[in-house]
């Protein structure tokens, strides 16, 4: 499996983005898929996640509210509406799969993930 987030950029605050995580291999639609992101200095934070299915999504309490994740299996995508953004949302945001196949969008079902996509810088100014 190889994931690949995409659709960072410089935006204002109270701005948006949508990003995209693209996914190859035939196991994608069976897992959950997650989204974190990371600052300069700061550790990994959980943001959303997903389940396989995308009947079921969970967000962190930072996001709540601002940002939707959905995912099209069709299309082997995931993707995370940001919205009402803040300079404290500016990070690298990655994608990665659930180690659990067809589980609910936990974050600890993440802890030790063994597929990562390359993250996409977002940067919000004030």
């Known amino acids: 499996v190889q994931l690949q987030a995409s659709g960072g950029g410089l935006v204002q605050a109270g701005g948006s983005l949508r990003l995209s995580c693209a996914a190859s291999?035939?196991?994608?639609?069976?897992?959950?898929i997650g989204w974190f992101r990371q600052a300069p200095g700061k550790e990994r934070e959980f943001v959303a996640a997903?389940?396989?299915?995308?009947?079921?999504?969970y967000y962190g309490d930072s996001v709540k509210g601002r940002f939707t994740i959905s995912r099209d299996n069709a299309k082997n995508a995931v993707y995370l509406q940001t919205s009402s953004l803040k300079p404290e949302d500016t990070a690298v945001y990655y994608c990665a799969q659930s180690t659990i196949v067809a589980g609910p969008p936990d974050p600890k079902h993440f802890d030790g993930a063994r597929y990562w996509g390359k993250g996409t810088l977002v940067t919000v100014s004030s």
């Open positions: 291999g035939r196991t994608f639609s069976s897992y959950a």
């Open positions: 997903i389940s396989w299915s995308g009947g079921s999504t």
